[in-house]
Antibody
Framework: EVQVVESGGGLVQPGGSLRLSCSAS????????MSWVRQAPGRGLEWVSL???????YYADSVKGRFTISRHTSKNTLYLQLNSLRPEDTAVYYC????????????WGQGTVVTVSS | EIVMTQSPDTLSVYPGERATLSCRAS??????LAWYQQKPGQAPRLLIY???TRATGIPARFSGSGSGTEFTLTISSLQSEDFAVYYC??????????FGQGTRLEIK
C-alpha cells in the first residue's frame, strides 16, 4: 500500500526541539519531492518545507533557520527537525508527497501533533 | 508572496444541488492551482491539480476551471460525503507555496 505515516510529535516547552519522522511505503522518498504542511488548531493549511529529489531544500520564512528537512534513503523516511520552538508552532504537522506534475500534494499522512507550551 | 483568497467563507447548499466555490490569486498563477477537501479529523485530499485535472479516484461531479487569477471548484450534485472544508493552493511562484483560507461547505 502506498502511504506515509508521521510520528514524533508531542508536548515541548518553548525553545525546545523535536524531530518528526515520516515513514513512506510503496514508493521511494529519494526520487520524489516531499514536503511538510502544518495546520494550527482551528486554522487553515500552511506550507512549511519541501525537499527536491536532488536534495535542494526550501522553507517558509516563519520557520527558516529553525526547522530542517532531510531524508534517509535506506530507511525510506523523511524528517523535520524542529528547533527553537515557539507557541505559534503548535499544529498538526502533515507529511505530503508532491505530485509528479507540479507542486500539488497527492499523498498525505494522518499528521502528528506538536504542542509548544510551558 | 502570492495571496490566495477564497469565497465565500461558508457556503450552505442542499444535498443534490450544485456548489460553486471561488479562489482568487493576488497575481497570475497560470494554471498552477490545486484544490483539496478536508473533513474533520482527517488529512486533506487532493481533488484537482493543474486547475482542471481531477486527481486519481476523484468522482466526475468535481470539476475545476479558471486560469490566471480566478478559479472555480464546482460540485455538480452534492452528496452527503461532500460536506467539508475546501482549500485552494498555488504552486506557480514559490517559495512560499500558499493556500487559501478555506471554504466550509455545509448542509442547508
Amino acid at each position: 500500500e502506498v502511504q506515509v505515516v508521521e510520528s514524533g510529535g508531542g508536548l515541548v516547552q518553548p525553545g525546545g526541539s523535536l524531530r518528526l519522522s515520516c515513514s513512506a511505503s510503496g514508493f521511494s522518498v529519494s526520487i520524489k519531492y516531499m514536503s511538510w504542511v502544518r495546520q494550527a488548531p482551528g486554522r487553515g493549511l500552511e506550507w512549511v518545507s519541501l525537499i527536491y529529489s536532488g536534495g535542494r531544500t526550501y522553507y517558509a520564512d516563519s520557520v527558516k533557520g529553525r526547522f530542517t528537512i532531510s531524508r534517509h534513503t535506506s530507511k525510506n523516511t523523511l524528517y523535520l527537525q524542529l528547533n527553537s520552538l515557539r507557541p505559534e508552532d503548535t499544529a498538526v504537522y502533515y507529511c505530503a508527497r508532491v505530485h509528479d506534475y507540479g507542486c500539488a500534494f497527492d499523498l498525505w499522512g494522518q499528521g502528528t501533533v506538536v504542542t509548544v507550551s510551558s | 508572496e502570492i495571496v490566495m483568497t477564497q469565497s465565500p467563507d461558508t457556503l450552505s447548499v442542499y444535498p443534490g444541488e450544485r456548489a460553486t466555490l471561488s479562489c482568487r490569486a493576488s497575481q497570475s498563477v497560470s494554471n498552477n492551482l490545486a484544490w483539496y477537501q478536508q473533513k474533520p479529523g482527517q488529512a486533506p485530499r487532493l481533488l484537482i491539480y493543474g486547475a482542471s485535472t481531477r486527481a486519481t479516484g476523484i468522482p466526475a461531479r468535481f470539476s475545476g476551471s479558471g486560469s490566471g487569477t480566478e478559479f472555480t471548484l464546482t460540485i455538480s450534485s452534492l452528496q452527503s460525503e461532500d460536506f467539508a472544508v475546501y482549500y485552494c493552493q498555488q504552486y506557480d511562484d514559490w517559495p512560499p507555496i500558499t493556500f487559501g483560507q478555506g471554504t466550509r461547505l455545509e448542509i442547508k
